[in-house]
């Protein structure tokens, strides 16, 4: 409230510094006007009535005749009544000059002006019409201007928050997961216990530090794909066949971070558990040119629910991520023939991605 009031009380003041700047500048005028060693042609009691008439004409039409005619799209009706209240203002000046001789100025040599002297009060005021109302577009497009960067930025904080949430909840599904293979190594007594610890160091390290950024090169993405999966195979039956292709052009190609996993996780978690057949998971990145492309497919059970709705957390997360990160620049598809699942991802990237 308190700041309501102060950016009023800030207005007015504009106002009324821009009214006495525009009486300064009828003085100036006037003594511009005057010859040497002549009266100051400069009469106060007829400038104040033509400011305050004026004034009427300029407020009734940046309150009135503007947001109800101009801003409606009604030009030639606003025209036309723009200029009759300026010629009918113009007129009134003169009655009241013609009736009232105190508000006269003296170098009008007759009593009763003829109404020929509205012309020049006529140009003035269409004049201050023209000023006010072009100040009045420039403060509305800097106040749009205001809004939509203001909107924009907004946008984008929203953006980034939904952004560090998606990324916070990949963050503890993939740590949980790999925390419950060491344990169940450790509880074996397995030798393989501490280099199962190093390779989750260098896990986190990536996920810890390299992946505050909004992107990464792709080389860190593939190293740590190649590191996750030697973490998982350590936990599987050996039966269970893990291909990984990578064919990438250019490694510093940057990606969002930790896009790729939770689609593995869905692989492992639905793929390796079968009851009959030979369980596999492929996982395939390539690149061409801007456009990188990722498949994950693995054997399903029959028996099995549908792993879109049982994958948790993970499969939605990726769909919401890509929305948010590239929008209109990727191709996410779920294939599901009953025997394979399969996921495809294809993405813009780079240069010339738009």
Not at 38 to 57: C, M, N, S
Not at 70 to 99: C, D, H, M
Not at 304 to 332: A, C, M, W
């Amino acid at each position: 409230m308190l700041k309501r009031l102060k950016l009023q009380d800030n207005r007015i003041a504009l106002h009324l510094i821009f009214w006495s700047a525009f009486l300064a500048f009828l003085f100036t005028i006037s003594l511009l006007r005057s010859n040497a060693g002549r009266e100051v042609d400069f009469h106060l009691p007829f400038e104040l009535l033509h400011i305050a008439l004026t004034i009427l004409v300029v407020y009734l039409n940046l309150r009135v005749l503007i947001p109800r005619l101009y801003e409606q799209g009604k030009y030639p009706l606003y025209g036309v009544v723009l200029l009759s209240t300026v010629v009918i203002n113009a007129f009134i000046i003169v009655a009241i000059i013609r009736f009232f001789p105190d508000f006269k100025p003296p170098n009008i040599m007759h009593n009763r002006p003829s109404y020929i002297f509205s012309i020049p009060m006529i140009f003035m005021q269409l004049f201050m019409v023209g000023v006010t109302s072009a100040l009045h577009f420039m403060r509305a497009n800097l106040i749009l201007q205001k809004e939509a960067l203001s909107h924009k930025d907004l946008e984008s904080s929203k953006l980034k928050a939904e952004l560090d949430s998606l990324k916070a909840q990949v963050n503890p599904h993939f740590l949980f997961n790999s925390l419950n293979n060491i344990y169940s190594h450790s509880l074996l007594e397995s030798p393989q216990t501490p280099e199962l610890i190093l390779k989750l160091s260098g896990l986190l390290n990536h996920i810890i530090y390299e992946c505050e950024d909004e992107e990464v090169p792709l080389e860190k993405e593939m190293e740590f794909l190649t590191n996750y999966l030697a973490l998982e195979k350590v936990r599987i039956d050996e039966s269970v066949q893990v291909n990984l292709k990578m064919e990438v052009a250019d490694t510093s190609t940057q990606i969002a971070p930790l896009l790729f996993v939770p689609l593995i996780e869905n692989a492992f978690k639905h793929g390796v558990n079968i009851s009959a057949g030979n369980p596999f998971i492929n996982i395939e990145l390539t690149q061409c040119e801007n456009h990188l492309t990722f498949s994950c497919s693995n054997l399903r059970d029959h028996f099995e629910g549908d792993p879109k709705s049982s994958g948790g957390i993970g499969l939605e997360n990726v769909r919401k991520r890509l929305d948010l990160i590239y929008p209109g620049k990727h191709q996410f598809e779920i294939k599901d023939d009953g025997n394979q699942f399969i996921v495809d991802l294809s993405i813009s990237v780079g240069e010339g991605s738009s």
